[in-house]
């Protein structure tokens, strides 16, 4: 679906013109096209592919969907490929994709399965004519930082999510949803990872040592994005270390609660199991056992037998096992 | 066994042409053959050599087999190993192996122990004649690409087979066989990942930095290859990671199970010892025992064997024993 | 806030000057500027901006602060961001960071979230004129060093903390709390980590292949304050190693300390069975039980029980249960 | 021990000659000497170094033996180390050691602690001239090649003895051999790995880049023995990984398996526990407990306990502890 | 403390000087003086500087000691750091450390913390003056060599330690001890680590790409310590690895037996729970129990338990509990 189809002269929005008009306007050297598609259908990127001049394997990227981010140069064109993280609804996270072709004087995006729109980056470039005045380039690291400012977002929530699940693990009873939940939380972390790790990589070919011809005079733009992604990866790095001691000592701690109860069995069956002996022998019928016929033979058997249930319980608890 | 054994010119068939005349039709600058092989034996491959001119080393390696897939520049040849990965009637993972000889104006290809046929490449190829003119390096693109799309079809089936572990892990019973399937999951995955890895880094070389003077016109080609490769390869490191995860979440799981047993085991211990205690308690022969002779003396005694199980029971089940 | 604003010929302090004049005085060759702020407002940058032609991105990054620790190159000037690590009154690490603007003759360092004043820095440099005259680049090794040197006592303090908790893994019935440390000391470790391996690649920029040429004179002693900072590199690669095992170990001992117990309780219970099961068998109501009528029958029975415990007590004495 | 020393002219052998004679040989340009010793003794090398002009520091090497796979130039000679891997009588790993020494014209192996032979590389290459008229070159090669060979079979031994492992995992009750063994097969792939790996790092300087002048033109061949240890080295890579998998696996196995015994002995105790509760109540020794006078009382009771505990059986059939 | 200051000229010993001299025989370009201290002094240190000419950096790094190992240039300077290491009486590591200068031609050693004397390497220099003669380089390759050979004793009794623990973890009853055995050991290799890893980098600078020119005639004899370093990491690397898995190799082990000795405790208890319920059963006080008067009855009741108590216990037997 076409969003927008607009020529920029000078950094200055000239108009919006006609899909059929594009390739005129970009063999005018003084002018850039800039536009935008949604869920874009094959026919539409066929007449893009027209206009523009694209090469058929980054079209054929586009069209499929389900990419790598990366950055590949066709001749002095650039094919990128990022993606999008969104928490839908029920709070699941949402990869969508946003493809964007850039040329000497053009730039044509194309944003899949996400619902962020991306019209605040043209709004913000059209009132700041000096900068877009830079031309594709430009529009290129718009639309970069753009993306990359949203994982932000996402990273801080995972940040605080990791938080509340750390001070869950050393209380008791709760282990079993610990694990659960540490685990849901490693794959979303890895399922960012997976974004922002080949992006990182890709952006670096845009600002260091050769970079291609249309982003020359952004290199410190695109080295900002860089930044982003850097602090980015360097969180998740934190998130996915942390995760796995905290899936360590949720496991240690659970063994240790074991261990307090197997202590907690063994002093309780100690006790019984005496009490429960001297009743026993108390209750054996051997014609010849003079206590049974004491006159407090009763009253003793029970002072000794809590007596002895009171030494072993103290002794426990004096080992700590109680 | 020989599949096929054609010359072509300008990107279109000429002739199919019998094996001896092979050399004759390569010296000529303007077209190339393109000899496809299966399971072939050391004849064949003999014959071959002479034809073509092969180097002794690779012909070996052809010959040998199990080699690891690689790229291999003997003077202007290129000789290629891959990898096939299919799945058996009985679901099990089978390697095979296609190696491919290219030079200046010929493509060899040897396919051994795989099913797939590799007919579709040459039929796809000579539907379009445009693409075939780009010679020997291009027909080596088309075999790569076919081989390297049914990987994926491998790998999506593992990721399915991992959803549906990961769901069993969390379900209490089946850690057992959730163990073995991770472990055979596992090995499969490792098994694919090292068909996988050297591939990648053999195609590398066919796009960047000097390449072999073949591949030399169809680097943006090799480079989506390698796209692919670099996809997969991030898939298997995902499924790697999960399952090392999954396996530590599985033991977790048992060892939480476990507790909550030793729990209950505790609990109803607890509350039988102190039954049994009262009941060894009553059933003392000593005389005298004034509480035996009463009327209700015995379901009082009942009374306070059930009130004290009754209150055992409430204080595990409030601090979560039961 | 504005802390210092001063103007230096030759190593020696010519004089305070106003902010406004900053402009004037950068133009002339033999003189360099040294500004500090602290916790600067927007305004204050702004202004700093204007007065020396600080680079847009290089502010925006001063006034968001929360950046990764990093060294930036706009045209001839440096952006450097070091973070500083402080124990607050709680022991509590707390990060705060230094954002340094170096031309070929300024230096503006900004100070945020930190206690620790930079002044002592200045007032060492002014001491010794014949280092202060290698100019900016000194004064840019100055700050390094003071904040790298500041890392050391924190490293220290956690190397105590983790031999304090080496010693108390080994001792039974702490392992509940052991855990709580170990993972607490791992997070702080790994935080100080996160701003010292970025530094520490940073810093590499400026005495190691190409350097900045504001930084050309004093290679030798960027290297001293990256020799400082490996060392602390090592520390902390240390340190999370052993951590890891210290984690690793005490889950060790929790089920050795359990195994030992589950053996105690193994003994006694089989010892407590074998005196009840006596009991029982002499409890029973048979007609014909000859030895219940026996004279000595009672202290024979208790002797066999006693006897019986004393052999089972002794036996698992021997193989180490008990 | 001396076994041989030829010379030979034009890749054919000339004749046996004298251990003194070899300088006068060495020095002419259209011969090369080829000398094999075996547990040489330092007078040997001694004599060795004499007539070949070796360096101090490889003689060294070579007499004191236990040196790292390594090759290494001294001027225009290569001193090359290699390790055997051979089972001796009791399956135990013996890692013997082969020294080479290679000049232009000349090469000198000492073999130590190995039992097997490398007689029949002589005979190999000298049954095909055409190959050894290459020089000493590919006198090196066919010793690299004839050692490497044999880690195959050493390899295969290792992958058989883990799939056997890996069956008996999953078996109850061998855990305990089953970690002595993988422990012991961990072992002996390291000692393996750590004959492999200083040798593939070797080798890699045989073919690519730069080479010493005496392999220039056999790169073909010493690419083949590079890809043969890189073969072996991923397969190393997998069996180790797999072993520690296969570690992890069998302690989930062994809790697994306590996990169910425990299920087992807390349903057994249950059921025991409520049949001798009930004993022990109507083991009571109260004076009004009318059942125990009804004429059915003892059946009855007997028919609950067994049907207490017929109940309970079921229901922990149900729930999977039995 | 001074212990040498002596001036060579070709090798040989020319005389002991006074420090006061040093400089004006370090001008002559035909000598080359050598001087060794122990825990020097800063005033020795500032007498050294004032001499030789030393760099304010090194001079500081000397004074403070607990440096990271390492070769610094400053201008024509080398600045060495190396670790020693040592046993104690009481068998701890003890780590020294030899700070060393080296210029055209002079060498000042200053050896720190350390009981082993250097004087050896400088007997065995003078008893070998072609060596010598190649100056202040050679003299720094003795000092490495000498230091370096040190540490292999100290890796081969690592070793044997490693080998006698690895024996004892597959004894029952020891696990405490091994895992404190093995976490030492651990922490022992770690730091003779810590002492080679930054070595070995430092080293490759002397003998690898561009050297110091102090350096240049001695190469092969650096890659010689370089290649004792390399020995010596791997070793290190194989311990660690070793004692990783013997750490997990004992926690199995006690897992192991903890399963075992539940299985014990579960099948002890099954037969004493069902010879109890028989008792208990017989020992109720029901009036119409015929089988207690059968003259036979109580005998046949022992019988009964005795014979389901052999049946358990064979049952046990056969599935492995007992
Ligand atoms: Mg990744
Ligand atoms: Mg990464
Ligand atoms: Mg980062
Ligand atoms: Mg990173
Ligand atoms: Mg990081
Ligand atoms: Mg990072
Ligand atoms: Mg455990
Ligand atoms: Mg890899
Ligand atoms: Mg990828
Ligand atoms: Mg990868
Ligand atoms: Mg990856
Ligand atoms: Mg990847
Ligand atoms: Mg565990
Ligand atoms: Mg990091
Ligand atoms: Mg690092
Ligand atoms: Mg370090
Ligand atoms: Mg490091
Ligand atoms: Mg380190
Ligand atoms: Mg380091
Ligand atoms: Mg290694
Ligand atoms: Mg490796
Ligand atoms: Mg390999
Ligand atoms: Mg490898
Ligand atoms: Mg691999
Ligand atoms: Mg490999
Ligand atoms: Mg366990
Ligand atoms: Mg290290
Ligand atoms: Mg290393
Ligand atoms: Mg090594
Ligand atoms: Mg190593
Ligand atoms: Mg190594």
Redesign the interface.
Do not use: C
């Given at each position: 679906m076409l969003i927008n189809c607009v020529v920029y002269q000078e950094g200055k929005k000239l108009s919006d013109i006609p899909v059929e008009e594009i390739s005129r306007w970009v063999e005018r050297p003084d002018c850039f096209v800039w536009v935008a598609l949604r869920d874009a259908s094959d026919e539409e990127l066929a007449t893009m592919q027209r206009e523009f001049g694209l090469?058929d394997?980054a079209v054929e990227?586009a069209s499929h969907g389900q990419?790598?981010p990366?950055v590949?140069e066709?001749a002095d064109q650039l094919f990128v490929v990022m993606h999008t993280v969104e928490l839908d609804a029920l709070d699941q996270l949402r990869v969508g994709e946003v493809d964007v072709f850039v040329g000497r004087n053009f730039v044509l995006s194309v944003r899949n399965r996400s619902r962020h729109s991306l019209l605040g980056v043209r709004e913000r470039a059209e009132r700041e004519p000096h900068l877009l005045r830079h031309g594709a380039g430009f529009v290129l690291y718009a639309l970069l930082d753009a993306v990359v400012d949203r994982y932000f977002p996402i990273i801080d929530l995972m940040e605080s999510e990791l938080e509340a699940l750390?001070a869950q693990i050393?209380e008791p009873?709760s282990?079993?949803t610990n694990?659960?939940q540490l685990?849901a939380l490693?794959?979303r972390i890895?399922a960012v990872r997976?974004t922002v790790t080949?992006l990182l990589e890709a952006v670096a070919k845009l600002w260091s040592g050769r970079v291609p011809a249309v982003c020359e005079g952004n290199r410190?733009?695109f080295?900002?994005v860089y930044?982003h992604l850097?602090?980015i990866h360097?969180s998740l790095d934190?998130l996915r270390?942390?995760i796995g001691?905290?899936?360590?000592?949720?496991?240690?701690?659970?063994?240790?609660?074991?261990?307090e109860?197997?202590?907690?069995?063994?002093a309780?069956?100690?006790i019984?199991?005496?009490?429960?002996?001297f009743?026993?022998?108390?209750?054996?019928?051997?014609?010849?056992?003079p206590?049974?016929?004491?006159?407090?033979?009763?009253p003793l058997?029970?002072g000794t037998?809590v007596l002895t249930c009171v030494l072993l319980y103290r002794r426990f608890k004096k080992v700590?096992?109680l």
């Open positions: 090469h394997l990227d990419q790598r990366k590949e066709y750390e050393f009873g282990a079993r694990v659960q685990y490693k794959q890895m997976h080949p410190e733009y080295r900002d930044d850097l602090r360097a934190s270390d942390t001691t905290a899936i360590q000592v949720n496991l240690s701690m659970v063994t240790i609660e074991e261990s109860i197997t202590k907690q069995l063994a309780w069956a100690g019984f199991a005496a009490a429960t002996a009743a026993g022998i108390w209750g054996m019928n051997f014609e010849h056992m206590e049974l016929k004491w006159q407090y033979g009763y058997a029970l037998i700590g096992w």
